[in-house]
């Protein structure tokens, strides 16, 4: 009788055991997937953030941009080790798709000033002529 008892005990506990298991695994993918929404509002964000920086001229704007792209900024620093700010931030600029009425309008310079900074950058890069810049630019990061 003993024995009975204690064979329905373990066996009560042990279905227990599984159904609390069951309770907290739910529980975690629930916080699991409010995790991923939040993650994703944040970076949804940040992207916002970025784009006012960039259209202020912001001196934040490379600091925000290396933080959420890193992998294009070292991909041109791997090409140039040299590179300077200014051109980081017009080349991130060109990987956000920003025209070059956008640019110099956010940089405060004329189109024809973007339009040599373009060529230029074109010369040190070797892009060809038949390429888009902005669409090389977005295939580094």
């Known amino acids: 009788m003993f024995a009975l008892l204690l064979s329905v005990y373990f066996l009560w506990r042990a279905q227990r055991n599984r159904y609390v298991l069951k309770e907290k695994e739910v ?18 964000n940040k992207f916002n953030d970025l784009l006012v920086l960039a259209r202020n001229n912001s001196p934040e704007f ?7 792209y890193p992998e294009f900024i070292q991909a041109l620093k791997t090409i140039d080790p040299k590179i300077r700010n200014t051109e980081l931030e017009f080349c991130a600029m060109a990987f956000l798709n920003f025209s ?9 310079v004329t189109t024809r000033a973007v339009q040599i900074r373009k060529n230029r950058l074109r010369k040190k890069f070797n892009i060809p002529s038949d390429v888009d810049f ?8």
């Open 134 to 141: 902005n669409t090389w630019m977005r295939d580094r990061g």
């Open 27 to 44: 529980v975690l993918s629930e916080k699991e997937t409010l995790n991923k929404a939040l993650s994703t509002a944040i970076q949804e």
């Open 100 to 108: 070059t009425k956008n640019i110099a309008e956010y940089t405060f």
């Open 62 to 68: 490379l600091a925000l941009f290396t933080e959420l």
